[in-house]
């Protein structure tokens, strides 16, 4: 092997050992963290600073997610994660307490005006949820359009 050869494959390995170190890198739990600002009646986060709504979250299964809320409106909010099909089965009820949902990953955060609160879990199973505010005062805040997509991929 001559040395133009022989620098050629070092070049292939290094390259190809990158390759793989950030397949094995972006494939990985990581720990990911969301800031939001609960209005009337919206998530303000990062790329979102709409009326109604909130910035799709997108997480891995697996992934360590933090989630930072400051309650920045004049009443109590709430940040709930939940199934999407339960989500849309509370709307429809038009907030009926009893039937209030079971928050997945044991995500649960209740903000009065002024307070900062921060959860942190583990997003176990992949799949399509929401993340919204069940509270009535006396309209169900998610039916005025206060949730958004949180999004647990493979
Ligand atoms: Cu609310």
Redesign the pocket.
């Known amino acids: 092997m001559n040395r133009t050869t022989l620098i050629g494959v070092v070049i292939v390995i290094v390259a190809a050992a990158g390759v793989i170190g950030y397949l094995v890198y972006a494939s990985s739990p990581q720990g990911k963290r969301f800031s939001l600002e609960?209005r009337e009646?919206a998530f303000i986060g990062e790329g979102f600073s709409g009326a109604t709504g909130g910035p799709t979250l997108r997480v891995k299964a697996g992934d360590t997610v933090t989630v930072a809320v400051t309650n920045r409106g004049g009443i109590a909010?709430?940040l709930m994660i939940v199934e999407k099909q339960e989500h849309e089965e509370m709307v429809a009820k038009k907030g009926d307490m009893e039937a209030h949902p079971n928050p997945a990953f044991g995500s649960m955060i209740e903000l009065d005006p002024g307070q900062s609160k921060t959860i942190t879990f583990t997003a176990g199973t992949p799949g399509e949820f929401v993340y919204a505010?069940y509270?009535e005062t006396p309209q169900l805040?998610a039916g005025l359009g206060?949730f958004s997509r949180f999004i647990v991929e493979r």
Request: net charge negative; glycine share 0%; charged share 25%.
């Open positions: 609960a009646f909010h709430e505010c509270e805040h206060m």
